[in-house]
């Protein structure tokens, strides 16, 4: 088989300090089938062993696994082991040749009677991601009139890269796009939200994606960013182009999403896609251990 094969090892771990007597969680760990993305192999395990498990296909097409405790435990670990098959996108790139970025927000944009397109619902605000006239402003030096939208998005994504600074621990989970701007620092959650922000704000669709880096990086090839744990980058739409009309890039990383990163989920924003939510009774304050090796399989 062509491609770069990939196996995935993500283990989470929660630790309590004192007894949950009960809970009920969302987790999101089964990566995408797409076409650039084949898997060919998962397993996962959860301890203790849920008391209930079951799973669903989301409105965004990720599929989500439900489990709940009803016996008392003072941790919890979740592991997720995955290969996939990866092929690549992008050999035969030409971003000036996709259409102009205005053709692309009017195609989008509701008329009475015109046709619906299902990317447009990734052209709104969303829970942590407000449309703003300076995400607007700032988004309109990489669009100049008439510019083809993927090299404007391209653009757009050198700029943050150069403009924000990858800062562990700056932001938190929730801290909405707005904010990430004006600091001008975070990390892959943040410079993700703060590019859908100023996409969306002209008009375009962009979606969140969640998953994975490479850590271990062709030779030659230097670490990327944010390798050593769960990643962000964002899906920008563009009718008529290959990778079924959605193209990935890393701002983080200032790349193309490629054969280096692996889809987990894919969502307006993170709220869509953490990787574990829910509700517990009990468990006092508790500490998080994440581990995560993508390497070639």
């Known amino acids: ?21 009960t809970a009920q969680h969302l987790a999101t760990i089964r990566p995408l089938d797409l076409p650039w993305q084949r898997v ?23 599929e989500v696994l439900y489990f709940s405790f009803d ?8 592991t997720s082991v995955t290969s996939v098959l990866l092929s690549p996108r992008y050999a035969s790139l030409d971003a000036d040749d996709t259409p102009a970025w205005e053709d692309v927000a009017r195609l989008l944009r509701y008329t009475a009677g015109g046709a619906f ?29 008439g510019a083809p939208v993927l090299a404007g998005a391209i653009d757009l994504m050198h700029r943050i890269h150069a403009d924000f600074a990858y800062r562990p621990s700056a932001t938190a989970f929730d801290t909405p796009a707005a904010r990430a701007f004006e ?16 996409l969306r ?28 744990a769960s990643h962000a980058w964002v ?23 490629d054969q280096g990163h692996v889809t987990l989920a894919i969502g307006r924003d993170y709220s869509d896609v953490s990787l574990l939510r829910g509700v ?14 993508v390497e070639a399989d």
């Open 1 to 21: 088989m062509s491609g770069t094969r990939l196996a995935v090892t993500h283990r989470t771990t929660y630790r309590y300090s004192t007894l949950v007597e």
């Open 40 to 62: 060919l192999a998962h397993r996962e395990s959860i301890e203790p062993s849920p008391s209930y498990q079951t799973s669903r296909r989301d409105a965004f097409g990720n």
């Open 71 to 78: 016996a008392p435990h003072d941790y919890l670990q979740m």
């Open 117 to 145: 397109h299902a990317e447009s619902e990734f052209c709104f605000a969303s829970p942590n991601i407000d449309l703003l006239p300076e995400l607007r402003a700032y988004a309109l030096e990489s669009f100049a009139p």
């Open 183 to 198: 600091l001008r620092h975070g990390v892959c959650q943040d410079f993700a939200q703060v590019m859908i922000g100023c």
């Open 201 to 228: 704000s002209i008009g375009l669709a962009a979606r969140y994606v969640s998953g994975y880096l490479r850590n271990d990086p062709p030779a030659g090839a230097s670490p990327m960013i944010g390798a050593d």
């Open 235 to 257: 899906s920008l739409y563009v009718p008529a182009a290959s990778s079924a009309g959605w193209f990935d890039l890393d701002p983080t990383n200032d790349v193309l999403a």
């Open 280 to 293: 517990i009774l009990g468990g006092g304050a508790h500490r998080m251990e994440v581990a995560v090796r």
